[in-house]
């Protein structure tokens, strides 16, 4: 682990700016700003059939308008997910060596029809001890180890997962790409990452990223799993019902300190006793090195 906390902020450029990511970037910019660390901006665009240059462009574009500036010595980036597929392929090929991943040749409808018969969902561990190597169609799964994994969680405090509800997770494909988990972890330790903050419907695959970490003998990062962005019913935001573009509130005219502010607002996940950094007594951000000149101070634990 690195000595300064380094954050990072992990978009896939396959369509407009989220106004939740927006708010993600500037909750770990905030917290780099604040601590001393490291905002990393990691584009994930290994879904070549999705991604456009131009989505990659529109993020980096939206976050300098929101004042994360890419000239800051607190900024790093941006790195693109694609280069690194050679150290995503080595870490699952580490992790089979390890007897901790394992080849598989079943098809979906084979394991659709086992499911079937047997009356549980989802891929039942069949070829976990028939030793088989890699090959056409095979795809490479992770052991999921017996007992529970526990995440805890600067937000939600500890969590516990039964890994007898995780079924043996795909690492690589059957062509040999790797899956967005692996190749998500891998980066996260090659970068240094310290501190994965993000939405809280995150969550759920969080009980495997952490079993990746530990298996390949890293220290998990600090987990902080913040709430949703909802719209005037309390439902999570929606592109067929509600207005989620970044590039759209621009267009209109709104002033990204207009923004900044609707970010922060009604921050209540700050209250939570088990957030445990310095900041949680008083947080006041006075962001310098914003175009906007502005200071948020949010009043905690009163």
């Not at 905030?30 to 462009?57: C, H, K, M, Y």
């Not at 090659?190 to 759920?204: C, D, F, K, S, W």
């Not at 209540?268 to 906007?292: A, G, R």
């Amino acid at each position: 682990m690195s000595d300064s906390p380094r954050y990072r902020f992990a978009p896939s450029p396959t369509g407009f700016f989220h106004v939740g990511g927006a708010r993600t970037a500037l909750y770990n910019w905030a917290l780099a700003l604040r601590t001393g660390g490291t905002f990393v901006l990691r584009i994930e665009d290994t879904d070549e059939s999705r991604n456009s240059p131009e989505w990659t462009q529109g993020i980096i574009d939206a976050l300098s308008w929101l004042g994360i500036d890419s000239q800051s010595p607190r900024f790093e980036g941006p790195y693109f997910q694609s280069q690194n597929a050679e150290l995503h392929i080595a870490a699952a090929m580490k992790l089979h060596t390890m007897g901790k991943a394992y080849w598989c040749d079943l098809t979906a409808d084979q394991i659709q029809e086992r499911a079937k018969s047997s009356g549980k969902q989802g891929y039942d561990g069949y070829s976990r001890d028939r030793g088989l190597a890699g090959g056409p169609g095979h795809v490479l799964r992770f052991r999921v180890p017996e007992g529970a994994t526990i995440v805890s969680d600067l937000v939600r405090g500890e969590v516990e997962f039964a890994n007898e509800t995780i079924e043996d997770f795909v690492l690589l494909r059957s062509n040999g790409s790797p899956m967005f988990l692996l190749a998500n972890v891998v980066d996260d330790i090659e970068m240094r990452i310290t501190h994965v903050v993000r939405a809280e419907e995150h969550l759920p695959n969080t009980p495997k990223q952490q079993m990746l970490w530990e298996a390949l003998g890293v220290t998990p990062p600090i987990w902080a799993h913040v709430p949703v962005l909802v719209n005037e019913q309390r439902k999570k935001l929606s592109k067929r019902r509600d207005k989620v573009a970044l590039e759209q509130y621009r267009e209109e005219g709104i002033l990204p300190d207009a923004m900044i502010r609707k970010s922060f607002r009604g921050l209540q996940w700050w209250k939570s006793s088990v957030w445990k950094m310095s900041i949680i007594h008083q947080l006041s951000l006075t962001l310098k090195s914003w175009p906007h000149s502005m200071v948020i101070t949010f009043a905690l634990c009163r």
